[in-house]
């Protein structure tokens, strides 16, 4: 018997728990083991489910009661050439594009081959550019009061010790940077929005755990009482006009200009054809809905590219919020897209896991950044490229009514 069976029939026996494995064997036998159990209770065959290329004991900080790995089909676009200021190699106003290879994992078929027809007009067209305008992960404790009264002086105190707060905050971190405290009163709640500049990581953990040490400050010197570390006006992995207006994790636009001919010879419509589109599903067929995102499917290439590099699935929520624009200049055809809450990072999380390591490494950006914070700006900068791939090509495929017979020919 081995020691994976050895261990399995221990948790059927009622020894151990599955949460226990790894105190008792490495983490890959630890799993081996964990498979075991589930496939005699439920019939299931876990075999590919085991089949994985990495190490357990590297998924260790990333998982929970390991079984194996869920394998994505990792596709890739490109080239597509972006112009970011994350890329100091010449002046501002003056930067050249770059040539990106952008990995996506994903299993919706056709995707990938419709992002990389948008890359190829933007790309023939001499590139997007894109530029992070905001930084700032938030966290917003929720403190209790007893009326406005005692809401006002903790607002007053606030205002009067921000060095305080970002002495107790900045403590904690040697790369986190508190930006500001944003208050907001509820009667008697106290929300107080707690924004940080996290550089190259994706910074959640960082900014909860700078966040509880002000929050100890401002308990001990004002009535307030803190109910819980986050009160959802931070907001994390929820749709909320909170983070579409002020933006979280990184603010970024990517925009370029297509000569109308490309956009015939590329797309198969017309800059005119392509606005209109834009125009009545975007924004109009947006706004009747009451979206908060007002685009055609940025999410797609924001999933794809957060499971290819590592970044929280579920942030996608807020990576949804965008805006598409575009405009028919006549000779050419200007599009934009404006994602106010993309929230990634190059080092942390699930950036150490190999596979998504690798996907990294296409870009030149995995790890730390020179100076910090640069290579989680040229990440953001290139999946905003990417999302205006996206959105370009599906606003030209319904614009020429191709959408249907394009997935009928990549059987889909």
């Excluded at 900080?61 to 597509?80: C, F, R, T």
Aim: hydrophobic residues 45%.
């Amino acid at each position: 018997m081995t020691d994976a069976e050895t261990l399995a029939e221990r948790v059927r026996d009622g020894e151990l728990r599955l949460h226990d494995l790894e105190e008792h064997a490495d983490p890959d036998v630890a799993a081996t083991a964990r498979r075991l159990v589930i496939e005699a209770e439920t019939g299931a065959d876990l075999e590919t489910v085991g089949d994985y290329g990495f190490p357990a004991e590297v998924a260790e900080s990333a998982i929970e009661n390991m079984l194996g790995a869920a394998q994505v089909p990792m596709g890739v676009v490109g080239p597509l050439a972006v112009a970011g200021g994350a890329d100091d190699s010449a002046a501002a106003g003056n930067r050249k594009p770059t040539e990106h290879y952008l990995p996506l994992a994903t299993t919706e078929g056709a995707l990938i081959a419709s992002v990389n027809r948008g890359a190829a007009a933007i790309t023939d067209a001499g590139g997007a550019d894109a530029r992070v305008v905001k930084r700032g992960m938030t966290r917003a404790p929720v403190f209790r009061v007893d009326g406005i009264a005692q809401a006002e002086t903790v607002l007053e105190w606030v205002q009067a010790n921000a060095d305080a707060l970002a002495e107790a905050a900045q403590s904690t971190t040697s790369h986190g940077e508190l930006l500001g405290v944003e208050p907001y009163v509820v009667g008697d709640s106290v929300f107080l929005r707690f924004a940080y500049d996290t550089k190259d990581a994706m910074g959640m953990n960082m900014a909860t755990i700078a966040t509880r040490a002000a929050a100890e400050v401002l308990e001990a010197e004002t009535p307030a009482d803190l109910v819980a570390l986050s009160g959802n006006l931070c907001s994390d992995k929820k749709p909320a006009a909170i983070n579409a207006v002020e933006g979280r994790g990184r603010t970024v636009v990517a925009d370029a200009t297509i000569p109308a001919e490309l956009v015939e010879e590329r797309l198969g419509t017309t800059p005119a054809a392509i606005e209109e589109a834009n125009t009545r599903k975007n924004l109009v067929g947006s706004a009747k809905a009451g979206a908060l995102g007002f685009n055609a499917h940025a999410a797609n290439v924001v999933a794809a590219a957060f499971l290819a590099t590592g970044q929280d699935a579920a942030q996608v929520v807020e990576g949804a919020n965008a805006i598409t624009t575009v405009e028919d200049r006549g000779d050419e055809l200007y599009a934009s897209v404006s994602l106010a809450s993309l929230e990634v990072g190059t080092v942390g999380g699930g950036t150490k896991l190999p596979t998504q390591s690798e996907a990294l490494s296409v870009l030149g950006l995995g790890g730390s950044g020179d100076p910090p914070g640069a290579n989680a700006d040229a990440l953001a900068e290139v999946i905003a490229a990417g999302a205006l791939a996206g959105e370009l090509s599906l606003l030209a495929a319904l614009a020429s009514r191709h959408l249907s017979s394009a997935h009928e020919e990549l059987g889909r």
